[in-house]
Each structure stands twice: as C-alpha cells, then as structure tokens.
C-alpha cells in the first residue's frame, strides 16, 4: 500500500505548507483559548484567521469559483485540512458553515441565495449554524416538530432547537422544519435559510463542563421566513437534510485527519512530560500514550483508504462511518494520555505557562461521541448497511441521515 501523495498532491501540499508559513503570524493557533481572551475578542480572531486563509487561497477548496471558492478537488481539500492541522490552527469559526450549510445551498439554494451568502460564508463576514436537533428528534430527525405555516409570501415558524453548534455568534442557519403535519414524518418537512438576528428568534447558550459554551438552545417564537429563503421545494426537506448529513459525513468522518489533538501533538507533550513525573506515574503514563499512538495512527492510516475514494472521485458511503467511531475512541485516548502526562498540574484549570489545551480537549472529546450520528446509530450502519445484519426493528422506515 502506498501512503505517499501523488507528485500533484505533494505539489500542492507543499504550496499549502509554505502559504500557511507566510501567513502564521496572522493566523490563531490552537492552546490560545477563549478563557485567555474575552469571548467578542476570540470570535473576532476567528472570523481573521478564515478570512487571512480566504485571502489565501485555502478556504473552499472544493466550491465554484463563481462564489468566491477554488474550483479545486475533494483530495485537495482534505490536504488543506491536514496542512491546518499539522501548523496548529483551531477548527475554524464557519466549520459548520462550511463543512454543511454552504454546501446545502450550492446544491439546493436559488441563484440569488448563492451569490448572496456563499462569498461572505467563505469570508467569515457571516457565520453560519445547522438548526435540525431538537428536544425529542436527534437521531430521529424527522420526527422533528417545528413548524412552518405558511403566510401570504412569508412562512411563520414556532418552535425550540437545540445542541446548535455556534447559534451564539451565527448570523445565518439551516433550519429545518415540519410544513405538512399530515404527511408521513419524511414526507412534511421543509428547509429554509433563517436570519439568527429576525424577531422572534432566541438564543440561549449551553455551558458545557470545559466551562465555555459552545452550543445552545433556539427559539422561534412566531418567526417570518421570507418564502425566498426556502431551500428545495415544500415538503422536500428530507431530501435537502440528506445532502447536509452526507456532507457532514464527510466533515466529521473526515480522511486522514485526526479528530481531537493530533498524535504528534501527543508525542511532543511526552517527551517533554514524562521526565518530570515520578517513577511509578511515569509507567502508567507511558503505557498510556502507547495505547493511544497505536489507536490514533491505525485510525489515521485506515483513514487513508478513504483519502483514496476520495483522489478517485468518490464520496465516502457507509463505511466512513468506522473512520468516525474509531476517530472518537482514539480522540479520547490520545485526551486522556496528555491529561495524564500534566501529572499534579492536570487540576489546576491551566499550567504554569496558562495553557489548558489538554483538559479542554478531554472534556471535549467525549462529545464527538454524540455528534453526527451517535457512537450507537454508527454501528447500527454498519451493522446494516456494511455487514449486511438484519435492520433493527422499527416502527417506521428511516431512508437514510443519521440512521
Ligand atoms: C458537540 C455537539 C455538537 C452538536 N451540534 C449540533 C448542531 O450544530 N446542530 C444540530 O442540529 N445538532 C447538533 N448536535 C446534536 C446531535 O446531532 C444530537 O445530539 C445527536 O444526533 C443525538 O441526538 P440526541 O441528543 O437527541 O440523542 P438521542 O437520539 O435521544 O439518543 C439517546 C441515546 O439513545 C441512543 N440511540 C438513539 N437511537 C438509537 C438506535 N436507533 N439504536 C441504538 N441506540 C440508539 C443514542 O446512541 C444515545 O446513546 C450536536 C451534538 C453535540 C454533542
């Protein structure tokens, strides 16, 4: 098997390699963290950050030129991902945008809604939220109970979400809705493109244990949505949905990317750890990162078999499903590991040099379990779908998303 880029890969990745050198000193890096900073601050350098790397050329690498993106390929834009990683910058401030939302109105927007949103999505200059978990429907989407009523050339949307990713400094979001209560719960859904800021609408952030919040919970209360923001026809919100969840599949499930901190990061820490613990912590600690070395690379390297779905012009199907279950594990080993290594410093909420990366990361990690499609749901996939076990019994037939 061979691992190593084609000469154009390696081409390419080494023109994103020396960009992002030229540009490091405008660039946020991962370990300057919200509590360093105030909130407003930290948003206002990651809305920078993406739009120095725009500016770059290394943004929408995969979108139509037309609206502000590169024109490039699936394999290209997974390379960007590594490149970013590997020089330390955190996920960026649009990732939902720009891993689900834009891509849901390239494929279904208007003309008008494209070139309106896409080109200020890839600058930052608006940040997007996906509005589809709520209350009693997140692995089961659709049985989902917003609703959307229609009104002259408007809709009026009641209801709650919740578990959105960024709906604190989100100016626009996705949000799908339930438009026909008669219909099959598949059939009666409806997607639209929401103002965050519109009356009507409440944002009320969660705090999750790493201490800051991340997601939250919304509220429509009576909300106008123009009927020119609906996203596909009424009553095909599912099918819209679908193209989200595919790209958030390939978002999240990723290739070759590490989920959470990357192994070298890991190995880094050990090295300069490990000496200061004491004899019998050291043991545990070291047994520690061995495991997770060998869980993170073995993720990695089956992760590159979707590297090469993807530098063949595939998407990945069902089975991307196992890179983000064993993503998750290995996240959290490689967590767990570097919380170890800080020995008695691992309780106070940063080190001495104020850094708090690793307990943030522990605490965070666990939640990518639940995230896309829950640890449960994927091995239900891949039971089903790879295997080829008999499906789980249901009481209705669920085609697809995050079943
Ligand atoms: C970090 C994070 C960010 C998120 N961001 C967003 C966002 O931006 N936008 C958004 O819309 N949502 C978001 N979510 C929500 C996420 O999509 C849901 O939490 C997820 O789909 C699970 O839904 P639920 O929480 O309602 O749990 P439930 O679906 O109620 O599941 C509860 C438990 O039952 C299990 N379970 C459910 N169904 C089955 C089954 N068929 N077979 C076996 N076990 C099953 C689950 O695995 C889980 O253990 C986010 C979640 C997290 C953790």
Redesign the pocket.
Same mark, same amino acid.
């Given at each position: 098997m061979d691992f190593d880029d084609t000469p154009e890969e390696a081409d390419f990745r080494a023109g994103v390699r020396k960009t992002l050198e030229e540009h490091a000193g405008e660039l946020l890096h991962a370990g300057a963290g919200e509590d360093v900073v105030d909130a407003r601050t930290h948003e206002a350098e990651m809305r920078r950050t993406q739009r120095v790397l725009h500016e770059a050329g290394l943004i929408g690498i995969t979108w139509p030129r037309e609206y502000g993106g590169q024109g490039g390929t699936l394999v290209q834009q997974a390379i960007v991902q590594q490149e970013l990683a590997r020089a330390g910058v955190p996920p960026l401030v649009n990732h939902?945008g720009l891993g689900m939302c834009g891509p849901t109105v390239i494929a279904h927007g208007s003309d008008e809604q494209r070139s309106r949103y896409l080109p200020r999505l890839l600058r930052a200059d608006d940040v997007w939220? =996906?509005? *589809? #978990?709520?209350? &009693? #429907? /997140? #692995?089961? !989407?659709a049985a989902l109970r917003t609703t959307a009523v229609r009104d002259g050339d408007d809709w009026v949307v009641n209801g709650q979400?919740?578990?959105?990713?960024? &709906?604190h400094v989100a100016d626009f979001g996705i949000l799908l809705t339930r438009t026909d209560p008669e219909k099959p719960k598949h059939a009666g859904l409806t997607m639209f493109v929401v103002d965050v800021h519109a009356p009507g609408v409440t944002v009320r952030p969660l705090r999750q244990m790493v201490g800051s919040a $991340? *997601?939250n919970e919304v509220f429509f209360d009576d909300v106008r949505i123009p009927d020119a923001e609906r996203l596909g026809e009424p009553g095909e919100g599912w099918r819209v949905a679908l193209t989200t969840l595919m790209n958030e599949r390939v978002a999240i499930g990723g290739a070759g990317s590490d989920l959470g901190l990357p192994v070298e990061t890991l190995a880094a820490h050990a090295r300069e750890r490990l000496p200061r613990l004491d004899p019998e912590r050291q043991v545990l600690a070291r047994q520690a990162v061995g495991r997770a070395v060998v869980a993170a690379l073995a993720t990695r390297y089956t992760g590159y078999r979707r590297f090469t779905v993807l530098s063949q012009g595939g998407l990945p199907g069902p089975e991307a499903s196992a890179g983000k279950l064993a993503g998750t594990a290995a996240a959290k080993l490689v967590a767990d590991a570097g919380v170890r290594l800080l020995g008695d410093d691992a309780v106070y909420a940063a080190t001495a040099d104020g850094d708090d990366t690793w307990q943030r990361t522990q605490g965070?990690v666990p /939640? !990518?379990?639940? &995230? $896309? /499609?829950?640890? =449960?749901?994927l +091995?239900?996939i891949l039971g089903e779908r790879v295997l080829g076990l008999p499906p789980?019994p %249901?009481l209705d037939k669920d085609p697809g998303g %995050? +079943?």
């Amino acid at each position: 098997m061979d691992f190593d880029d084609t000469p154009e890969e390696a081409d390419f990745r080494a023109g994103v390699r020396k960009t992002l050198e030229e540009h490091a000193g405008e660039l946020l890096h991962a370990g300057a963290g919200e509590d360093v900073v105030d909130a407003r601050t930290h948003e206002a350098e990651m809305r920078r950050t993406q739009r120095v790397l725009h500016e770059a050329g290394l943004i929408g690498i995969t979108w139509p030129r037309e609206y502000g993106g590169q024109g490039g390929t699936l394999v290209q834009q997974a390379i960007v991902q590594q490149e970013l990683a590997r020089a330390g910058v955190p996920p960026l401030v649009n990732h939902i945008g720009l891993g689900m939302c834009g891509p849901t109105v390239i494929a279904h927007g208007s003309d008008e809604q494209r070139s309106r949103y896409l080109p200020r999505l890839l600058r930052a200059d608006d940040v997007w939220c =996906q509005l *589809f #978990s709520e209350p &009693a #429907s /997140g #692995s089961d !989407l659709a049985a989902l109970r917003t609703t959307a009523v229609r009104d002259g050339d408007d809709w009026v949307v009641n209801g709650q979400k919740v578990w959105t990713t960024l &709906a604190h400094v989100a100016d626009f979001g996705i949000l799908l809705t339930r438009t026909d209560p008669e219909k099959p719960k598949h059939a009666g859904l409806t997607m639209f493109v929401v103002d965050v800021h519109a009356p009507g609408v409440t944002v009320r952030p969660l705090r999750q244990m790493v201490g800051s919040a $991340g *997601f939250n919970e919304v509220f429509f209360d009576d909300v106008r949505i123009p009927d020119a923001e609906r996203l596909g026809e009424p009553g095909e919100g599912w099918r819209v949905a679908l193209t989200t969840l595919m790209n958030e599949r390939v978002a999240i499930g990723g290739a070759g990317s590490d989920l959470g901190l990357p192994v070298e990061t890991l190995a880094a820490h050990a090295r300069e750890r490990l000496p200061r613990l004491d004899p019998e912590r050291q043991v545990l600690a070291r047994q520690a990162v061995g495991r997770a070395v060998v869980a993170a690379l073995a993720t990695r390297y089956t992760g590159y078999r979707r590297f090469t779905v993807l530098s063949q012009g595939g998407l990945p199907g069902p089975e991307a499903s196992a890179g983000k279950l064993a993503g998750t594990a290995a996240a959290k080993l490689v967590a767990d590991a570097g919380v170890r290594l800080l020995g008695d410093d691992a309780v106070y909420a940063a080190t001495a040099d104020g850094d708090d990366t690793w307990q943030r990361t522990q605490g965070y990690v666990p /939640g !990518l379990a639940i &995230a $896309g /499609g829950t640890d =449960q749901v994927l +091995r239900n996939i891949l039971g089903e779908r790879v295997l080829g076990l008999p499906p789980e019994p %249901r009481l209705d037939k669920d085609p697809g998303g %995050r +079943r």
